[in-house]
């Protein structure tokens, strides 16, 4: 006889089992088996919010695979995932089972654990507990929330607002903030300020930077040179000064570790330092929660990856600080363990943090077993763990004050060093292109003071004036988001994933460069929302409504007296709209959009004057398919244009202006421009050479998703001087640059090249950053040897269709499937000759067509014409039939029927 255990998925089965023994029969329910229909009437708030729930054929068949199990069974243990959507689903399995009586004489039991060990599996067997209610009445109220604004809400759009997809509960709300961001930046007017810094020497001869910071006896703010006029009296004040150390400020200071990944810290770090979606993350996770094979048996490399806690239990906490003291040294780790509280105020959802399930499997040991984004994941979760039980950081800090004779120009210059790294050692949060951490020391904002002392004397150097410009706020990149909505109270981090997707299936925004930004079907989504239905997508009333349903998972709300406060308001705002006007629908909307459609001319111009007409009013206009515009003279002028505001489809605005940036190292100027692929920076001008013959300037486009209003002349002489020299890489020794291409920014190594992500900057991208994207970098060829026959090499290519063999002129195409990496010589040389094909001479093919056809008889082209006007009436006679049967409506039977007479009648067209 066998007790049964219920899990969520397959991999986890098998591995349970194997943990369990013969004594249980471990079953995998895929997830939920039975849901809300979505159709109208699935909860019914008229009747206490009633649900009707249905289940597919894929739940009813792995019930009744549980049912099967169950016959002769005693204990009945439901083992779902340890959180709210587990607890529903061992809800949802025990209700089906008992409305098919097949629990009697059944002991059912609800046993959770954290991770897929043994240790942990069989303690959870030996300390089960009861469904927990209070979750399950949490989820129920969810559920019942999402269906009611999703099937209310959403038809009033599909009426009101033509081609709009949904609204959600939280999908709505998120898509605001990157709205509302959107509009931030548009408005923004970028403000101009100069910065002063001198180079200075101590009497040793050590050199460091000072800025700025008190002109005239008054200490400067940020805009107190707002022009180059300004900057160079500023610039001649401290050229004619002589200067001394005033202060020399030290103090000591440390810098804890940062606790243990919950869920949203998770997805943040991946997206900003691996680059992964939320979704990608969470989908890795859960692959190293599940498990890997490693040595014949399933483990599982992580605890559970939904979670808002950051305590870790006390075994892993012992466990990783014996690690640290035998693995790392004794001096890394603190005099007692670091303990972390949860700000999650619900505590059944507060579970242990995202951590290793055992710390001696470090990311090298296991690197074999994984795939290069699972290595990278495991490694992030594991040296985060890890590091928030080591000793903290320790940096000397040391500010600097230096003064003219007069104390009225003074100057300030800042550094940092390491006095003990600390976790450092091993996790830098602050560094994007970790895992690889670079020492604090490389942060370019971490410089190193000489010793000096008060009132040494100082030789002063250069003085530079920069200038500035104020940037309009950053839009979303999915980590900030997701950190946004958290501080705001927004959702729950185990569902940000899915919102952040659906909001990109809906076509309501686009990931650009990996930040949000916002599709004109968002922008009007959101302005219909905000204009009728504003408390609902209200980021207070919504992280109020969060809290609620908190309290209801916690057991200090009834979740059916939250819902009727909820629908009872809701229910009247829906009814508010039925008598809504199109007219008026358009008039909001129009009057909320307008800058962004119509963003004041350069000229000073009407930007809403119908250019077609010249009298009529640009506006908004709704059609079935949706949103345009559309000039107010209709039907008189029929001008439309599509829905985009200007420049959104391109990188220009039509809003730059060439300029003058400044003069190079020689004299010649610098300037910025527009030219027929793009901007970009020029340095000096067309010219003659010694013999008369023409010579160009030196020219650099500007990188995909730079901005020209953000381009310095400093930014600008880095561009011109590319390629530029990253570093050595510190395994092979050799040469890194990064470089502008025909296909963007990239790097390069001997033989390996890689393009630079869309947040990497090619002026200031790191060696740490450049060795991690070069490690998945390929070459294009690989020689795998010399030919039998000549000598020749035979080398592995790889091409537009794919990798391929090619000896001299001789190519032919890897078969699918076959890795190039681990193909042989004496492979290719026989796939080169049993299907190898010689590759024809450049240009030659193209020349043989010409002179066949220069070949052609001459009455053979005299025929052209005559036969061409011969068939010209009857093919312009046929063309308005033809057009009149492609244009009926594919209907079913119906359609076959009319499409009959269409034929026939297009036949008949050329005899009539």
């Not at 706020?473 to 958290?486: Q, W």
Request: net charge neutral; hydrophobic share 35%.
């Amino acid at each position: 006889m066998t007790d049964v255990v219920v899990v969520e998925s397959p991999a986890k089965a098998k591995t349970i089992n194997k943990y369990l023994g013969d004594g249980y029969k471990v079953i995998a329910s895929f997830g939920h088996v039975r849901d809300l229909p979505a159709k109208d009437g699935s909860v019914r708030p008229e009747q206490d919010f009633a649900m009707d729930w249905s289940s597919e054929d894929r739940g009813e068949k792995q019930v009744r695979e549980i049912a099967a199990a169950l016959k002769g069974a005693k204990r009945l243990f439901l083992a779902t995932d340890p959180d709210r959507e587990g607890e529903a689903i061992s809800w949802h399995v025990r209700e089906m089972l008992e409305q098919k009586r097949l629990l009697k004489g059944v002991e059912v039991h609800r046993i959770t654990f954290n991770e897929i060990t043994k240790r942990a599996v069989q303690y959870a067997i030996e300390h089960p507990r009861d469904l927990d209610v209070p979750l399950i009445d949490a989820y129920l109220a969810r559920r019942a929330l999402d269906y009611l604004v999703g099937f209310t809400l959403s038809p009033v759009l599909w009426r009101k607002l033509p081609g709009s997809r949904s609204a959600g509960r939280v999908q709505s709300v998120a898509l605001r903030l990157i709205c509302e961001r959107e509009a931030e930046i548009e408005v923004f007017k970028p403000r101009e300020y100069w910065t002063v810094e001198g180079r200075f020497a101590t009497p040793i001869g050590a050199h460091f930077n000072a800025r700025l910071t008190h002109l005239d006896g008054k200490r400067l703010d940020q805009f107190d040179l707002p022009d180059e006029a300004a900057a160079t009296r500023a610039k001649a004040a401290v050229e004619a000064g002589s200067f001394s150390v005033l202060s020399v400020e030290k103090k000591r200071v440390r810098r804890n570790p940062q606790a243990p990944f919950t869920t949203s810290t998770l997805q943040q770090e991946a997206s900003r330092k691996l680059g992964f979606g939320a979704q990608a993350t969470m989908r890795l996770a859960q692959q190293l929660y599940e498990g890997v094979e490693i040595g014949g048996e399933t483990v599982g490399l992580i605890t559970y990856m939904r979670t808002d806690g950051v305590q870790m239990s006390r075994e892993a906490i012992d466990a990783i600080r014996d690690h640290v003291k035998g693995e790392i040294g004794p001096d890394y780790l603190p005099s007692a363990p670091r303990e972390y509280t949860s700000k999650a105020k619900n505590a059944q959802e507060a579970h242990e943090a995202v951590r290793p399930t055992d710390v001696a499997r470090t990311p090298g040991d296991v690197a074999r077993y994984l795939n290069p984004d699972q290595r990278r994941l495991y490694e992030l979760v594991w040296k985060r763990a890890v590091a928030s039980q080591m000793a903290s950081a320790e940096l000397d800090q040391t500010t600097a004050d230096i003064a003219d004779e007069s104390g009225r120009t003074r100057l300030r210059a800042t550094g940092s060093v390491i006095a003990f790294d600390g976790f450092l050692k091993l996790y830098r949060e602050d560094v994007d292109d970790a895992p690889e951490n670079a020492p604090l020391d490389d942060d370019p904002d971490s410089r190193v003071l000489p010793p000096m002392s008060e009132k040494d004397p100082l030789k002063r150097g250069e003085v530079r004036a920069d200038q500035h410009f104020t940037q309009p706020p950053p839009r979303y990149s999915e980590a900030s988001l997701v950190k946004k909505m958290e501080e705001l109270g927004i959702g729950r981090p185990s569902t940000y994933a899915s919102v952040l997707q659906t909001l990109q299936d809906r076509d309501y925004v686009k990931l650009d460069k990996r930040r949000f930004q916002p599709e004109d079907r968002g922008r009007l989504v959101t302005a219909f929302l905000v204009s009728f239905f504003e408390r609902y997508v209200d980021t207070g009333f919504t992280a109020a409504l969060e809290e609620k349903l908190d309290d209801i998972s916690g057991g200090r709300a009834d979740w059916r007296a939250v819902m009727h406060e909820f629908w009872d308001a809701f229910s009247v705002a829906v009814g508010a709209t039925k008598d809504l006007k199109i007219s008026d629908v358009i008039d909001a909307l129009d009057e909320d959009l307008g800058p962004h459609f119509f963003p004041p001319a350069d000229d000073g111009s009407d930007p809403r004057l119908c250019p077609n007409c010249g009298t009529g009013r640009l506006g908004l206009r709704l059609g079935r398919t949706g949103a345009f515009i559309g000039c107010s003279n209709y039907p008189e002028c029929r001008y439309t244009r599509p829905l985009i505001a200007p420049g959104a489809e391109g990188e220009d605005t039509g809003a730059f202006a060439e300029r003058e940036l400044g003069a190079g190292p020689d004299g010649q100027t610098v300037s910025m421009r527009r030219g027929p692929y793009g901007i970009y920076v020029q340095l000096g001008e067309p010219g003659t050479d010694a013999k008369g013959k023409p010579t160009k300037p030196r020219r650099a486009s500007l990188p995909r998703g730079m901005d020209p209003e953000g381009v310095t002349l400093e930014r600008a002489l880095a561009l011109l001087s590319m390629p530029r020299i990253v570093g050595l890489h510190p395994e092979t020794g050799e040469e890194i640059s990064a470089n502008l291409g025909r296909f963007g920014p990239y790097l390069k190594m001997g033989a390996l090249s890689k393009s630079l992500d869309k947040d990497d900057d090619v002026l200031t991208v790191g060696l740490n950053r450049a060795v991690t994207l070069l490690a998945d970098a390929k070459p294009r060829s690989v020689i795998l040897g010399e030919h039998p026959k000549d000598g020749a090499p035979v080398e592995i290519r790889r091409g537009r269709f794919g990798p391929y063999a090619q000896h001299g002129q001789l190519v032919a195409s890897l078969p699918r499937g076959v890795q190039a990496e681990d193909f042989t010589l004496d492979q290719a040389v026989a796939l080169l000759a049993e299907k190898g094909k010689v590759l024809p001479p450049r240009g030659g093919a193209r020349k043989a067509p010409a002179k066949r056809a220069a070949a052609r008889p001459a009455a053979e082209a005299a025929e052209k014409p005559a036969r061409a006007a011969a068939a010209k009436p009857a093919a312009a006679k046929a063309r308005p039939a033809a057009s009149k049967a492609k244009a009926t409506p594919a209907r079913g039977k119906a359609t076959a029927a009319k499409k009959a007479p269409a034929r026939k009648a297009t036949a008949k067209a050329p005899t009539g």
